[in-house]
């Protein structure tokens, strides 16, 4: 018969922990300490693997330790055979620590390194590795890195890789690695025609959004299927396009040639220029108006006699030549080269199906859940997805709710506004207005300017009355001669230092404090008329004085 | 050894049911004297799983006349003593009706109802693998992961989650179909049986039960409403109520709203600790659980004698028990508990009124799934009583991954209420294994019985003050009733313990021969393990009584649990 049975108190177990403690410290100091005395003696042993072995399972971010590891199995390096054991071993020995930890940087690390030495790595045991670390741990980004590597390795076809996030999405809606993961493997496997605004072909777009949507609908306050569902219906427009080419006169025989681009593109993608049909390319120096190495936005210097008649060749592609005739006498030649819309391509009509289900169902979850960020948002994207003027009203009230819901990030949505406020009126624009002539968008409570490139070629803009604080895509506006600018919040007038052909800048009620900042116009020879009044600047001793001593090229000057 | 065995108790517990194993614990657990004894050779009692063999025994032996053979045992009594002879406890049990059927799938057999002829042939198959069938002979246990039954005994068994509940979906006219229920948020994300705006609307409303009792003004107009008022107010489709209804709250849609949603939030609550489902299956069949109560017993110094008949209690002038005759043999104790069904005619009413209520049981082997899938599953249904089906039928099908029956093998639990199992069971059947459609699964086996339900009758009045009956399975899907029980007696014994307070973790417990201080000055590079403690497994078959009792070390280092 055994003996009555004890059961410890929990002062005895507490002595016991700490007795235990202390030991497993004394055996681990000793242990570092033989470990750097056989490091500083350059000794590579079987001893040493040993000792940083149980070292590093109890403490595996010991990251020195690792390397003097690394060390020793490098000096160990024998011929394929057992170099292939070796490193066998060192799996073993890696998920021994990863089980301790496993979020450790340097087993993680080492394990990189273990199957990058292999002769004949051990993918396929390497992804069930993974499945298993990613179970234990959703989110644990080590083990996504190592997947990703493992993936590439071992030649698992995305096909594969996009059931296993299938997988793990059904299990769990909210995994946002997975999602993520899928939103990168899905443009690979399925992927989109050139000529489509998706991210993915149509048909994976379509059951995609199904199955995103039945994810909102299961559960709208989680963010992970949104952030997809918004990937999914964003317009991605792939390739850079032309836009606009043009020749703006801005004094006598001095001009300048200008391309827009639909994105921002390095200077070697600007088309050669040949004039009245030589047969040699000018040599022209183009520069960006914003200084950038990429802009939406290229102007070079072309001095043109005013009293005949040019004919600008621009060679796009080898097959593809843009002509621009400036006409004898005329100030200025503009070209639409693309005649497709503001945002990118047309939908087609399955897509654009496709979205407006998106919509009815968004509208519905708003019905039964009034209040939700996420429902809001996505309406917002898909709506302007489908077509931002149309929908202008209807997004700009969604625009307004989701400032109130979500307070902090207010400005964010005031910023989403200016952007509907500005895209919907060049869209507009566009439709009516002859070419070169007035832009207007005041009292519209922009806070930001956007697509200022569609502006490039303009001569008169007015943005006045605005909520404007910084101006700096208005460099862009190299064609323009009256801008307009009163009731705003400006301060720098850096931004319009190159606007070469300003010869009218009104700025009343704005936040000009100093000389100093209206001194950034002096280059502007072309610039005769400015109106400062209603500025800081204006309480100034001598202001009118002054202002004329820096920028002697203005005749009329309103202060007041 | 049992020439030697102690003849004075605090409690002797008789028959190893549930309810008594968890006395027995309970007991040994605060330091009394326990004598556990059955007269079978098997733990469980009514709650035991078989073997097939097994069940073959059983049935003939429930199947042959009840000859009541009187308790002839002599036995020196002292004045003022009197013998109270022990009832035959098969006496809860009738119906018993066990078939095996045609394996081979030639139309013809299907005028006769194969009943003999192949038995062989099915089951030699199956008896080939070493544990082959096991049944659960009075219920297929099922329980709440969050209830105390998780927490009583997880340290003594292994528990596998039920992967799905299915429900039985009439459309319109149809005849109805299987379909698994949308219960977690991942189902509902996943399920295609409800429509975009259904998914919506259940997610809200499981939301909403999960934390029901936190916003009571939502619900005091419906205080006295029946539950499905409750859920047209917040605009649930017909699908989604049948889901909410018949399937996550198990009730019949006119309880109370207040009931209904009680029964919803401990479904939920329920959800996700250990799996996707709120239930939990007893790993190798649910006879294991009392098995378990009696290792914590054992390691607490319970002593077991199974095989051992009890003829008789011994009972004082006053009423009093003092204890029982078995084989001859005198024990003392001051306290008895008994399985209702083993303890004499006079102390319980059973049996004698022919509506009492009682259980109807079917179990049957079947050879693929009634809703296959690639993986395997274990199911939990529940059949309303409507479109024709007469009860609600409780369905548990198990797989080979739960150790009760080979791979590729499934095992069906039918539980209701009724007085003719196979009658009342006929419904269920017939829709779930139909009339040999191809796609539907072919039952190998069957055994239908009824058993009187000993929860319901009154087990206290009649009996002395220290004799405790215990009942056997109810209908209910979990075991509260059984612990609750189990509670009871044990405060009416013991006023002033604590009822199973936590077994001890393996290194709070000083063995008297182990030498408990570690070495000092270990050499680093001897194979000195830093990282956790080793874990050792123990296969909970193959263990005899004997090891049982001694296994005390070994019981206790074992920290494999049912899931993480």
Aim: proline share 5%.
């Amino acid at each position: 018969m055994h003996g009555r049975l004890k059961i410890k108190t929990t002062a005895e177990q507490a002595a016991e922990k700490q007795k235990e403690r202390e030991g497993k410290r004394k055996l681990y100091l000793g242990g570092v300490t033989k470990a750097f005395e056989k490091r500083s003696s350059g000794t590579h042993d079987e001893e040493g693997l040993k000792i940083t072995a149980q070292l590093l399972a109890a403490n595996p971010d010991a990251a020195t330790l690792w390397n003097f590891r690394r060390e020793i199995l490098l000096a160990l390096k024998g011929d394929d055979e057992s170099w292939e054991k070796l490193l066998t071993g060192e799996l073993a020995m890696v998920e021994s620590c990863l089980m301790k930890n496993h979020k450790s940087y340097g087993a993680w690390h080492h394990r990189f390194w273990v199957m990058m030495n292999f002769p004949k790595p051990p993918w396929k045991a390497e992804l069930s590795l993974c499945d298993k670390y990613l179970k234990l741990d959703e989110r644990n980004f080590h083990c996504w890195d190592y997947r990703r590597f493992v993936v590439l390795g071992s030649n698992q076809q995305p096909e594969d890789e996009l059931k296993f996030s299938q997988h793990l999405i059904e299990h769990n809606l909210s995994n946002y690695s997975a999602w993520h993961y899928r939103s990168k493997l899905l443009p690979l496997v399925h992927p989109p025609p050139s000529n489509t605004p998706h991210p993915i072909s149509e048909g994976a777009l379509i059951k995609e959004l199904q199955t995103v949507v039945e994810a909102v609908f299961t559960d709208p306050s989680d963010q992970s299927p949104w952030f997809f569902l918004r990937w999914l219906v964003n317009r991605q427009e792939k390739v850079p396009r032309m836009l606009q080419v043009g020749y703006v006169r801005y004094k006598g025989d001095s001009g300048l040639v200008i391309c827009v681009f639909s994105q921002p593109v390095p200077q070697r993608a600007v088309p050669f220029i040949r004039l009245n049909g030589a047969d040699s390319d000018e040599t022209l120096i183009w520069y960006a108006p914003n200084d950038e190495d990429y802009s939406n936005v290229w102007v070079a210097e072309l001095n043109l006699s005013s009293v005949e008649a040019h004919t600008i060749s621009l060679i796009i592609d080898p097959s593809m030549t843009e002509m621009l005739n400036v006409g004898e006498g005329s100030t200025q030649a503009i070209e639409w080269v693309t005649t497709l819309e503001v945002g990118g391509e047309e939908l087609s009509d399955t897509a654009r199906s496709t979205l407006e289900e998106v919509k009815d169902n968004c509208v519905t979850l708003d019905e039964l859940d009034p209040g939700n960020k996420w429902v809001l948002l996505t309406l917002v994207d898909v709506m302007w997805a489908l077509d931002c003027h149309t929908h202008q009203k209807k997004i700009h009230s969604y625009l307004s709710q989701l400032q109130e819901l979500d307070v902090l990030r207010n400005k964010y949505y005031a910023d989403m506004k200016s952007k509907l406020a500005m895209e919907t009126s060049l869209k507009q624009y566009r439709i009516v207005a002859e070419v070169g002539s007035k832009f207007e968008l005041s009292g519209h409570s922009l806070t930001r300017i956007t697509l200022s490139h569609l502006l490039a070629s303009t001569a008169s803009i007015d943005l006045s009355r605005n909520d404007l604080t910084s101006i700096s895509p208005l460099s862009n506006l190299v064609a323009c001669r009256k801008l307009i600018l009163d009731d705003n919040q400006i301060q720098n007038l850096a931004p319009l230092a190159g606007l070469k052909a300003l010869e009218s800048l009104s700025l009343t009620h704005n936040k000009i404090q100093s000389l100093e900042q209206l001194k950034v116009l002096e280059g502007l020879s072309a610039l005769t008329e400015l109106n400062v009044s209603a500025n800081p600047v204006c309480d100034l001793d001598n202001t009118g004085e002054d202002i004329r001593k820096i920028l002697p090229h203005i005749k009329t000057l309103i202060l007041r | 050894m049992e020439a030697e065995l102690p003849t004075e108790y605090d409690v002797i517990v008789v028959g190893t049911g549930l309810v008594e194993c968890i006395v027995a614990a309970a007991s040994a657990r605060v330091g009394k004297k326990v004598l556990h004894i059955d007269k079978n050779d098997y733990y469980g009692g009514q709650w035991a799983s078989f073997t097939l063999r097994n069940i073959e025994q059983w049935v003939e032996e429930h199947t042959a006349s009840h000859q009541e053979t009187k308790n002839t045992e002599e036995c020196a009594l002292e004045e003022g003593e009197k013998l109270a002879p022990t009832s035959d406890p098969r006496r809860v049990y009738s119906k018993v009706k066990l078939s095996w059927h045609a394996h081979d799938e030639a139309p013809t057999a299907s005028e006769e109802s194969a009943t003999k002829d192949d038995s062989g042939e099915g089951s030699s198959e199956e008896t080939t693998t070493p544990k082959a069938e096991t049944k659960d002979e009075a219920k297929e246990i099922k329980t709440w992961s969050q209830e105390e039954m998780m927490q009583l005994s997880r340290k003594y068994a292994e528990f596998k989650c039920i992967t799905r509940v299915l429900t039985w979906l009439v459309n319109g006219g149809d005849e109805g179909s299987l379909l698994v229920v949308p219960c977690s948020r991942s189902d509902v994300f996943t399920t295609s049986s409800v429509s975009l705006v259904e998914k919506r609307l259940l997610m809200k409303f499981l939301e909403f039960c999960h934390s029901y009792d936190q916003q009571p003004e939502q619900l005091e107009e419906y205080a006295d409403k029946p539950f499905v008022d409750f859920l047209k107010s917040r605009k649930l489709t017909d699908n989604i109520t049948h889901f909410v209804t018949d399937s996550i709250a198990m009730v019949v849609g006119d309880v109370p709203c207040k009931e209904g949603l009680e029964r919803m939030k401990l479904f939920l609550t329920s959800l996700g600790r250990y799996g996707t489902t709120p239930f939990l299956f007893s790993m190798y069949g649910c006879g294991e659980l009392p098995q378990a109560f009696c290792r914590l017993c054992a390691v607490f110094e319970g002593t077991y004698i199974l095989r051992r008949p009890v003829s008789s209690l011994i009972i004082n002038s006053g009423n009093t028990c003092l204890g029982l005759v078995s084989e001859g043999q005198r024990f003392k104790c001051s306290h008895l508990v008994i399985d209702a069904a083993y303890a004499p005619q006079e102390y319980a009413a059973i049996g004698s009124s022919p509506k009492q209520p009682s259980l109807s049981r079917g179990i049957f082997i079947i050879d693929r799934s009634i809703l296959p899938n690639e993986k395997e599953q274990l199911t939990l249904l529940r059949l309303p009583a409507k479109d024709g089906n007469p009860q609600i039928v409780t369905i548990l099908e198990v797989g080979g991954g739960s150790g009760v029956c080979p791979k590729d093998l499934y095992c069906v639990h039918m539980t209701c209420q009724g007085y003719d199992a196979e009658e009342d069971l006929k419904i269920a059947v017939q829709r779930l294994f139909g009339c040999g459609a191809t796609s539907q699964p072919t039952v190998l086996m069957s055994l239908y019985f009824n058993l009187v339900d000993l929860s319901a009758c009154d087990l206290v009045s009649g009996a002395p003050t220290n004799v405790y009956l215990c009942s056997g399975p109810d209908t209910e899907l979990d075991y509260d009733f059984a612990i609750d029980q189990a509670k009871n007696v044990f405060t009416r014994m013991f006023p002033e313990e604590e009822f199973l307070p936590r077994a001890p973790d393996p290194d709070e417990i000083v063995f008297d021969n182990a030498g408990a201080e570690p070495k000092d000055g270990d050499n680093f590079d001897s194979n000195t393990k830093m990282g956790e403690k080793d874990e050792a497994t123990v296969n909970p078959e193959n263990r005899t009584d004997e090891e049982k009792a001694l296994a005390a070390d070994e019981v206790l280092s074992s920290t494999k649990e049912g899931s993480s």
